[in-house]
């Protein structure tokens, strides 16, 4: 319990300096990162094998996953995106194809409507690309505090394989972790695949 406790606070202290950074960095740092990001996943063997990517829609100075999104679409992927229902703390992946077809939800992320909503489930042949405000070389994540993540993957383990995507200076060597936190299968930065 006591350890539980101080990787809480600990979580809670990363995540607002690495807030901080983030958000100082500049428009076109963002863009070219993400571009570099993107890039690597369109060439990587993983995303050419996949048929399903499950990505979120990036929101703020978040690593924009719009190029990625878009590649996919006139790849003939199938595409879904996080909708979240705060109240019951649940989110679904429903299928998009268009980008256009996103209006802004909770906290003002785009996400797909409530009428326009179809549920998909993650397989052998899904990708999921995974936000967070702070990873690590184990692979493991620290998202906004939410726990989405964590319990959208225990309710749905599957064969799926998960890339975080970060700028790299949101890599370090070791996050505090707790034992309903889930790793990932890999992590992409501007820089490197981990
Ligand atoms: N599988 C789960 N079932 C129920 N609650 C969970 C589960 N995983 C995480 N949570 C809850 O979500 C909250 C946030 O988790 P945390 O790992 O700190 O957030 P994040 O992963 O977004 O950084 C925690 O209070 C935790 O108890
Ligand atoms: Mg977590």
Same mark, same amino acid.
């Given at each position: ?17 690495? %807030?901080? &950074? /983030?958000?100082?960095? $500049?428009?076109?740092?963002? &863009?070219?990162? =993400? /571009? ?10 993983? *995303? ?9 829609? =990036? ?8 190029? !990625?999104?878009?590649?996919? %679409? +006139? ?7 996080? &909708?979240?229902?705060?109240?019951? /703390? &649940?989110?679904?992946? @429903?299928?998009?194809?268009? !980008? ?13 409507? @409530? ?7 993650? $397989? ?8 967070? !405000? ?14 989405? *993540? ?7 383990? @599957? =064969? ?6 970060? *700028? ?14 889930? +790793? !990932? $299968? ?5 820089? /490197?695949?981990?």
């Amino acid at each position: 319990m006591e350890m539980t406790i101080i990787s809480e606070q600990e979580k809670e202290k990363l995540r607002q300096s690495f %807030l901080k &950074k /983030r958000n100082s960095m $500049d428009t076109h740092e963002i &863009k070219n990162y =993400s /571009r570099k990001i993107c890039d690597r996943i369109i060439h990587s063997t993983l *995303y050419q094998k996949s048929q399903k990517i499950f990505t979120f829609v =990036s929101f703020g100075t978040e690593v924009d996953t719009t190029p !990625l999104i878009i590649h996919a %679409l +006139s790849n003939h992927k199938m595409v879904a995106v996080p &909708k979240v229902f705060s109240k019951t /703390r &649940k989110m679904i992946f @429903s299928r998009i194809t268009d !980008l256009n077809e996103l209006g802004k939800g909770h906290f003002g992320i785009l996400e797909p409507p @409530s009428s326009l909503l179809r549920e998909e489930t993650s $397989d052998e042949k899904t990708l999921f690309i995974v936000p967070g !405000l702070i990873f690590d070389i184990e692979k493991y994540r620290i998202g906004y505090g939410g726990g989405y *993540y964590d319990i959208y993957f225990k309710k749905n383990l @599957s =064969s799926a394989i998960t890339i975080g995507v970060a *700028y790299d200076f949101q890599v370090i060597s070791k996050i505090p972790r707790e034992s309903h936190d889930i +790793s !990932l $299968d890999w992590i992409v930065t501007e820089k /490197r695949c981990i």
